[in-house]
């Protein structure tokens, strides 16, 4: 199992940036794709973004394409998502979660986070 812990959520007007961690410990060697999804109220969990070790370019949400980058850091087992552009309805509880799969699918992967919230002001 792997544990994951979110960290750089918080409240900023649209067009800020921020930058989302995710510590991740455990039995990382198994992972092979980490990702980033969210969740506004009401409203189901949706993709974000997703790395894989072996697929060398990431995927994207498409409302996401060009304002946010998902990297990872395997030195320090942390994932990070850096966003741009913020708008108001980025506004949602960010999760990362840890997977064998490199896929869309949120029901696909083992291990999430506890989340962190992302509130953009208009």
């Known amino acids: 199992q792997v544990q994951l812990v979110e960290s750089g959520g918080g409240l900023v007007q649209a067009g800020d940036s921020l930058r989302l961690s995710c510590a991740a410990s455990g039995r990382i060697l198994r992972t092979s794709t980490m990702g980033w999804f969210r969740q506004a109220p009401g409203k189901e969990r949706e993709f974000v973004a997703a790395i894989s070790w072996t697929v060398t370019t990431p995927i994207y949400e498409d409302s996401v394409k060009g304002r946010f980058t998902i990297s990872r850091d395997n030195t320090k087992n942390t994932l990070y998502l850096q966003m741009n552009s913020l708008k108001p309805e980025d506004t949602a509880v960010y999760y990362c979660?840890?997977?064998?799969?490199?896929?869309?699918?949120?029901?696909?992967?083992?291990?999430w986070g506890q989340g962190t919230q992302v509130t953009v002001s208009s």
């Open positions: 979660a840890s997977g064998r799969l490199f896929v869309r699918n949120k029901d696909l992967y083992d291990d």
